[in-house]
């Protein structure tokens, strides 16, 4: 891969809460306009990961570098926009309020809000709802919101903390087919428990345990490797669960 085709690289990323370390020295490179899944039992560092790609972590050794730039920097150029596991929106503003606010931060004339705002709509597929405080929403419509907020503003490195976690089949669904839909748009990293959810979305992975890779790949190569059916067998083989 040249310079050019990378959207995110990682180089012996150490993170340490107080003398516990969190991440132990994470090497990968996450091509453009791919999704890219982080995996990995609780407690094993991705939302740890994410957090750095994002630029909310400042203090960690290694080399991170979003197309380019340090993740505090790619943040301040609006190039990042992040999903963190427990984003919820203002319940005191409406769906399109709430839409209207993140447009506001990104945007860069009244021409580009307009148009945010209209993908925003769009992705989050709420009808007359978006008019409602979101006070009044269920979970899974809260949810799309948020991730209409992450997808609107055509950000080039999209990081989704468990879009779907908690979520019913149905709205599951519908956020899985909003992300495949972006896929090539933008460059998407997300994290998930539900590896038939990796599998369908991903094109690249890398399996966290303990803040080390134990493995990364496409996830058919990993189920190769392994000698596994699926991803899932997979996950447990690899972090010693039984199957
Ligand atoms: N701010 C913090 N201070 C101290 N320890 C932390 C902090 N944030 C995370 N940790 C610890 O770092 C480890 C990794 O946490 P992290 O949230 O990254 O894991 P995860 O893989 O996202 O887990 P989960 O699947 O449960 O969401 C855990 O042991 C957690 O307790």
Redesign the pocket.
């Known amino acids: 891969m040249t310079m050019e085709e990378i959207a995110v690289s990682v180089t012996n990323l150490r993170k340490t ?2 003398n ?1 370390e ?1 991440l132990k020295g994470l090497t990968f490179k996450v091509p453009k306009n791919i999704i890219f899944g982080i995996i ?12 750095v790609l994002a630029g909310i972590i400042r203090h960690y050794q290694g080399e991170v570098k979003i197309l380019g730039l340090p993740p505090t920097k790619a943040r301040e150029k609006g190039y990042i926009s992040y999903m963190p ?1 427990d984003a919820f929106p203002y319940d005191r503003l409406t769906g399109l309020e709430n839409l209207e606010f993140y447009a506001k931060i990104y945007a860069k004339n009244k021409d580009e809000f307009e148009e945010f705002l209209e993908k925003g709509i769009k992705i989050a597929d709420l009808g007359d709802r978006i008019y409602d405080k979101t006070q009044e929403y269920s979970r899974g419509m809260k949810r799309r919101l948020m991730i209409a907020r992450t997808l609107m503003v055509m950000p080039k490195v999209a990081i989704l ?2 879009p779907t976690s908690a979520l019913d089949v149905e709205s599951s669904v519908k956020i899985r087919k909003l992300i495949r839909e972006m896929k090539g748009e933008t460059t998407i990293i997300l ?1 998930s ?1 539900n590896m038939l959810e990796v599998e369908y979305l991903c094109d690249e992975i890398v399996l ?1 345990n303990h ?1 080390e890779i134990i493995a990364s790949g496409t996830p058919k190569e990993i189920v190769n490797k392994l000698g596994v059916k699926n991803l899932e067998e997979a996950f447990l083989v690899a972090t010693g669960g039984k199957i």
Not at 40 to 51: D, E, F, I, M, Q
């Open positions: 809460f107080g516990k969190i990995g039992p609780n407690g094993a560092g991705k939302t740890t990961t994410l957090r596991e903390d468990e994290s428990h966290l803040g």
